[in-house]
């Protein structure tokens, strides 16, 4: 738990940004808040992308640390910021060369397009920031340390919310904030919009790279690993491996993430109450998720960091230990579902028809948020033990296989005779199945890789 709170802390306050440029756009005018909203849906799945490929440094670096081996964890995070530096920059060059194509694809009005293009050129230019950044954090994570995260991240979100302010909304944003006085010479500042938000959105990439950097660099916590002395060249063989535990968590974070966005577009039929309801429900459960995943990445780090130690059986033990934890945690937070939903969703919508419906989808919450912390957290454990490509094949099957198309035929067609077309219910019910299905399998394989380890009969490949 003192691993998986500040993480859980970085988490909510990266999703904040998020959260501040909705807002801060929406207040402009429908166009620019179209522009973020259309924009972000291109620019995150990449991001996460990247951030859960080179999460495959933070098992690597864990069993390095618990193994004793410090000084090979050097060139392995110099390894992973090669790694994340293209893959910031292929992300960068894919958001200022594709999107206008994609925005005809999707038939966004040429306004919107315009704008979100904007915006999306100027998000670009942070990619390789926050791809630096993530690099840093894994290995951060992975030496036990992940309050550095968290404070940066504050950082970040302090550095986005002023700067939100003069860029989307000129000097007028400035003197509504500060007043007239201490606006000064700022206050004739152009309001630049959509635009103006996705240049704070990367000047608050690049700020919490840089302040990762410092601190790494300076902090006494890392000191035995001597990080920033003699550079090291990219090595295939450990640039290889990164890529072998990180690729597949990558594909499956990016799957998790198209599965809701393609709900979302399959629901858009339903009419706006049905839509509302379900992002409102969605969002809540969301947020108290934050606190499940963090434990899995936790996890992750625990279970590297016992069994780099060579203790195979209190590694099975840490793992299991860890399961019956996210249970407990997954409990609570249904307590707070039941408990605080109606005055939680009256926050979002004075809509009754909406809430209404929020209302009755959280009960179909509380059964997934159990099996969402279960397989979470087995996924977390598994990638301590650097089996991650049965994650990625697991989550294939599960999310869009079972999850996706089992909810989409709920939805529209049901079951012929026996059971009507349940329209949103049915989406979540395939929700619950994926996922649940998801849990069971990961528990299987988790069950399995901690058996073998322990008898011998399995070799965790070695950095």
């Given at each position: ?6 993480i859980?802390?970085?988490?909510l ?28 849906s291109l620019w995150l ?29 050097h060139?392995n995070?110099?390894?992973a ?11 960068a ?10 925005f ?6 040429e306004?919107?397009a315009?704008?979100?293009a ?18 840093l954090?894994?290995f ?13 991240s ?6 986005n ?8 909304y ?37 700020v919490m ?32 491996e990164?890529?072998?535990?990180g ?7 990016f799957v ?8 979302a ?8 109450v049905?839509v ?9 459960t ?5 606190l499940?995943l ?6 992750t780090?625990?279970v ?5 130690a060579?203790?195979?059986?209190l ?8 399961i019956?934890?996210c ?16 005055p939680?969703i ?8 909406v ?10 919450a ?5 099996s ?7 996924a ?10 049965i ?9 869009w ?19 009507d ?9 395939g ?31 070695r950095?």
């Open positions: 738990m003192r691993l998986a709170l500040p859980c802390g970085a988490q306050a990266q999703a904040g940004m998020g959260v501040t440029d909705v807002m801060m756009t929406g207040r402009l005018s429908a166009a620019d808040l179209a522009a973020v909203s259309v924009g972000s799945p990449l991001m996460l992308f990247m951030t859960g490929t080179l999460m495959g440094l933070t098992p690597i670096v864990a069993q390095l640390l618990g193994g004793g081996n410090v000084e090979r964890i060139p995070v110099h390894q910021l090669w790694v994340a530096l293209a893959l910031g920059l292929i992300a060059l894919l958001l200022w060369f594709t999107v206008m194509p994609i005809r694809l999707m038939n966004v009005p306004n919107v315009e704008l979100s904007a915006y999306l050129s100027a998000v670009a230019f942070g990619m390789p920031g926050v791809a630096l950044f993530q690099a954090r894994a951060s994570d992975g030496m036990n340390h992940t309050r550095p995260s968290l404070w940066i504050l950082v970040g979100l302090a550095v919310v002023p700067a939100n302010y003069l860029l989307i000129g000097g007028d944003g400035l003197v509504a904030l500060f007043g007239p006085n201490l606006a000064g010479p700022l206050a004739s500042f152009p309001a630049l919009g959509a635009w103006g938000c996705g240049i704070a959105t990367g000047l608050s990439m690049w790279s840089l302040a990762m950097l410092l601190y790494t660099r300076r902090s006494r916590a890392y000191a035995p690993v001597t990080l920033w002395h003699s550079p090291t060249p990219p090595r295939r063989a450990m640039i290889g990164l890529l072998y535990v690729v597949p968590i990558g594909v499956a974070i998790e993430v198209t599965l809701f966005t393609l709900i577009l399959f629901i858009a039929s339903f009419g706006e049905v509302a309801g379900h992002q409102v429900a969605l969002n809540f969301s947020i108290l998720f934050m499940p963090s434990l899995g990445m936790a996890l780090v625990r590297g960091n016992t069994l780099g060579g203790k195979p059986e590694t099975r033990f840490v793992a299991w230990n860890g019956v934890v249970v407990l945690i997954a409990g609570i937070n249904n307590l707070i579902l039941w408990f605080a939903s109606e939680v009256a926050l979002y919508t004075h809509n009754v028809e809430q209404q419906l929020a209302l009755s989808l959280i009960v179909l509380m059964i997934y948020q159990v969402d912390a279960l397989q979470i957290n087995m977390g454990a598994l990638r301590g033990y650097k089996d991650t490509r994650i990625m094949a697991i989550t294939l099957v599960s999310y296989l079972v999850g996706l198309l089992g909810g989409h035929w709920l939805g529209t067609r049901g079951l012929g005779a026996w059971l077309p349940l329209g949103i219910y049915g989406y979540w019910i929700l619950v199945l994926g996922l649940t299905v998801a849990a069971v399998l990961l528990g299987l394989r988790l069950d399995r890789i901690s058996k073998a380890v322990r008898d011998g009969r399995w070799q965790i490949p950095s």
